[in-house]
């Protein structure tokens, strides 16, 4: 039997890079592979190159440490109310222990899945049909606190949870749409009210600030009047004190007296004559004695002044 030296160092080349590669590993960015040896975990190869030994040490399980998004299926969930909503969502998690995520559950996929399912049929079991539309932060945050307390066994984070989609039946629908339409047209007719009574108290305080300002306007008016009055009063009396005090200096000088007989005999003649012309009837003073006294001393005062 001939010995072929040439395919024995083939063979060993090869066994040599099989064992080459079995040995060197290079774990990627943000993975961690778990390893086991003799069928027991041994370590965890953090990213960068690694040396295991060859058929003894095997790669068991590669997870991905990066922020996995995972969809919730859709379920029909039964408010307090007893009103049926179908609810989809999706999960955000993140493999922080790869020993615990490779032995602490045998799919912590499925697991976190079924828990998000669970929880969330729980918490919307407990409110009514118009607070699950309002509270959906609350939701998230419960779902989110329960996945997380159970998933620390698995080495997973759940990071959030969000709801997708909340489906109400079709009459429900139906009647919400109705009580919307009804709420905003009772809003339309309250704006609409509002706004013919901030109308009328408009033109009410216009009216009445217009009827204040005509007021104002004719008690000015007034007090000016009035002002203008008391002033013609006062400047008629002064004329007629200035002219009283000319008049009783005239009649304290020499011939003042004279004076003052003969002008009150004229107006008394005037006064006669006027009397007849407006009158048929002839007018005789009752007393001819003090108008014949009156002329005299009027003549007198005549001569006395040629």
Request: proline letters at 3%; hydrophobic letters at 45%.
């Amino acid at each position: 039997m001939e010995f072929n030296f040439g395919t024995v160092a083939l063979v060993v080349f090869v066994v040599a890079m099989v064992f080459v590669f079995k040995t060197i590993n290079v774990v990627p960015q943000q993975h961690a592979w778990v390893v086991e040896r003799l069928g027991k975990y041994h370590a965890t190869l953090a990213p960068g190159l690694n040396i295991v030994v060859p058929f003894i040490d095997r790669i068991a399980y590669k997870h991905i440490l990066k922020e996995i998004p995972l969809d919730v299926p859709p379920q029909v969930c039964i408010t307090k109310d007893n009103t049926q909503l179908q609810v989809d969502g999706i999960l955000y998690f993140q493999v922080t222990d790869a020993m615990r995520a490779s032995y602490g559950s045998s799919n912590y996929i499925a697991a976190i899945s079924q828990l998000a399912q669970t929880t969330l049929r729980s918490v919307i079991g407990k409110m009514e049909l118009d607070k699950t539309f309002e509270e959906r932060d609350h939701i998230n945050t419960t779902i989110v606190n329960a996945i997380d307390e159970s998933a620390a066994n698995w080495g997973v984070k759940v990071l959030r949870y969000e709801i997708k989609d909340l489906t109400p039946p079709k009459e429900i629908l139906h009647a919400m749409q109705a009580q919307i339409t009804a709420e905003r047209e009772k809003r339309a007719l309250i704006a609409a009210s509002e706004g013919r009574k901030q109308e009328q108290i408009n033109i009410a305080d216009g009216e009445r600030a217009a009827a204040i300002a005509r007021s104002e306007g004719e008690k000015q008016a007034q007090i000016n009047r009035a002002q203008g009055q008391a002033s013609a009063i006062v400047a008629l009396a002064e004329a007629s004190a200035t002219a009283l005090r000319q008049i009783g200096s005239a009649i304290n000088e020499p011939g003042g007296q004279d004076a003052v007989n003969l002008r009150v005999a004229e107006k008394y003649v005037d006064a006669f004559a006027n009397l007849a012309k407006t009158n048929n009837s002839i007018i005789v003073p009752a007393n001819l004695g003090e108008m014949s006294g009156l002329i005299a001393s009027a003549m007198q005062i005549v001569k006395a002044q040629k």
